[in-house]
């Protein structure tokens, strides 16, 4: 028997949002130190980057998954959590990762007000990807 890894992946993705973005709703002061931890030098922290790896890593298994299904197990919410979110992340990565600029602009967000209105229109995302994690 093989494990489900692509609901693996959905629901750790889902899970990692959630928190998240309750993490900027509920302690946007500490949340604003986060990211200025984990954005504001010239390097990413160890713990940054090995997050990165392990969703990394849980992606290529939950793509190796989806790849190993026959022809009608693989859902429309299926392509979307293999292809779309990575597509998403590529976008993400290039304006805010592996932009100074963008890191600049991330790291400097300081008033809890502004963290906890991007916390809370985060939220619908984990929505939508419990919904993929669940139809895929």
Same mark, same amino acid.
């Given at each position: 028997?093989?494990?489900p890894w692509l609901t693996i992946f959905g629901v750790s993705l889902t899970?990692?949002?959630?928190a998240t973005s309750l993490g900027m709703v509920?302690?946007?002061?500490?949340?604003g130190r986060l990211e200025a931890w984990a954005y504001g030098g010239a390097r990413r922290p160890?713990?940054?980057w090995a997050l990165a790896g392990l969703l990394l890593a849980l992606w290529i298994l939950g793509a190796a998954d989806f790849a190993l299904r026959p022809d009608t197990g693989r859902t429309w919410a299926g392509w979307a959590l293999v292809a779309g979110v990575p597509a998403l992340w590529a976008v993400k990565? #290039? =304006? /805010?990762v592996f932009n100074p600029r963008g890191r #600049? =602009? /991330?790291s400097s967000v300081s008033d809890p007000?502004?963290?906890r209105?991007?916390?809370l229109t985060r939220l619908p995302i984990v929505g939508v990807l419990a919904l993929l994690t669940w139809s895929s």
């Open positions: 028997m093989t494990l899970l990692l949002a959630a509920l302690f946007p002061e500490r949340w160890w713990p940054v990565s #290039a =304006a /805010l #600049a =602009a /991330l007000t502004t963290w209105w991007i916390g």
